[in-house]
């Protein structure tokens, strides 16, 4: 069954270093989504991405966020200058169509030191 | 509250016993999703129900969605140790495609 992947699982960092979260949709996917989770929290929605731009996007996902398709398979998220309070699992998904089933990855725990 | 609260947030319950979860919302959607997360792990998609629909089944699962009350139900019956995780109610508005999650329901199943 075709499943999201998200690398790496786990990153660590120093705080003012750029990650970039790699995830693979689905491949008839077209809607894709980031999502993060701080520990013991709610999931947060921090953006949408469809057709090669950005088609919603939350109060969290600000300047030090950006999301990129590079190529026809991935779906990037970069932090540019991480902070202590980025740290969290970062959750990739992806829906064949809007407003349907979102299928999400594996995650990425995120820790900022 | 937000939209999407869990009710309640912890249930301990016995192997065999069904589990029953509630959720609530506060504005018009377009449908509500159902989500699984054991611990520490990724988000298992469980069930959507659309607002035009009052109830669903999958397998163990059975989803109900009351609109004029803004509120939806999870119940897992016949319920296994391995159905232990949290369960989280998810709403997508009617404009809009994300998803906007709850505080979710830890569910122990004790063997």
């Known amino acids: 069954e075709p499943e999201v992947t998200q690398t790496p699982s786990h990153q660590v960092t120093q705080m003012g270093q750029e990650v970039i979260l790699r995830c693979v949709p689905i491949s008839n996917h077209l809607y894709f989504y980031w999502y993060r989770q701080i520990l013991g929290q709610k999931v947060e929605f921090l953006v949408s991405?469809?057709?090669?731009?950005?088609?919603?996007k939350s109060e969290i996902f600000d300047d030090q966020f950006s999301v990129e398709r590079p190529d026809g398979s991935n779906f990037t998220l970069k932090i540019r200058s991480t902070k202590l309070e980025d740290s969290a699992m970062y959750f990739c998904a992806s829906s064949e169509w809007s407003q349907e089933t979102q299928y999400f990855g594996p995650g990425t725990r995120l820790l900022v030191l | 509250s937000q939209q999407g609260e869990e009710d309640p947030q912890a249930l301990s319950i016995q192997e065999g016993e069904n589990a029953t979860m509630n959720c609530s919302y506060k504005t018009s959607i377009n449908n509500l999703q159902w989500y699984r997360q054991n611990s520490g792990r990724g988000l298992v998609h469980l069930i959507l129900?659309?607002?035009?629909?009052r109830e669903k089944h999958s397998g163990r699962l059975r989803v109900t969605l009351d609109t004029s009350k803004k509120s939806s139900s999870l119940l897992i019956t016949a319920s296994r140790a391995a159905d232990t995780a949290s369960y989280f109610c998810?709403?997508?508005?009617?404009?809009?495609?994300?998803?906007?999650f709850g505080g979710g329901t830890r569910v122990l199943v004790k063997p």
């Open positions: 998810a709403t997508v508005k009617a404009a809009g495609n994300k998803l906007t």
């Open positions: 991405f469809y057709n090669n731009e950005i088609s919603e």
């Open positions: 129900i659309r607002s035009n629909e």
